[in-house]
Nanobody, 126 residues
Framework: QVQLMESGGGSVRPGGSLNLSCEAS????????MAWFRQAPGKEREAIAT???????IYEESFKGRFLVSRDSAKNTLYLQMNSLQPEDTALYYC????????????????????WGQGTQVTVSS
């Protein structure tokens, strides 16, 4: 079974940056798609971006230009570079993995993700 582990969370001042990592135990058909999600207290979980292998990406519109997802397939590691962080970005950030969707977008934002990490906390405050 695939296991995912996030790291890199912490506390940062408004305007700061943070780079999150997510290492997968191994690669299978069910880890072709990987994604970042976040959930703030009292709010629904929201998708940030997905990536197919280490190339094609899909971003939720509100995160474009400020957050950047990348992947090093050789290391089974997913990354999320977050810039210009604000207090509203405070949340528990999760990585996830799942199989590709055939016939359309390979890794849609609302696709099926079978494996999830434990989450890493990001806190933005003065």
């Amino acid at each position: 079974q695939v296991q995912l582990m996030e790291s890199g969370g912490g506390s940062v001042r408004p305007g700061g940056s943070l780079n999150l990592s997510c290492e997968a135990s191994h690669s299978t058909y069910t880890t072709i798609c990987m994604a970042w999600f976040r959930q703030a207290p009292g709010k629904e979980r929201e998708a940030i971006a997905t990536i197919y292998q280490d190339s094609l990406t899909i971003y939720e519109e509100s995160f474009k230009g400020r957050f950047l997802v990348s992947r090093d397939s050789a290391k089974n590691t997913l990354y999320l570079q977050m810039n210009s962080l604000q207090p509203e970005d405070t949340a528990l950030y999760y990585c996830a993995a799942g199989p590709p969707t055939l016939g359309g977008a390979l890794c849609p934002l609302k696709g099926t993700f079978d494996f999830w990490g434990q989450g890493t906390q990001v806190t933005v405050s003065s």
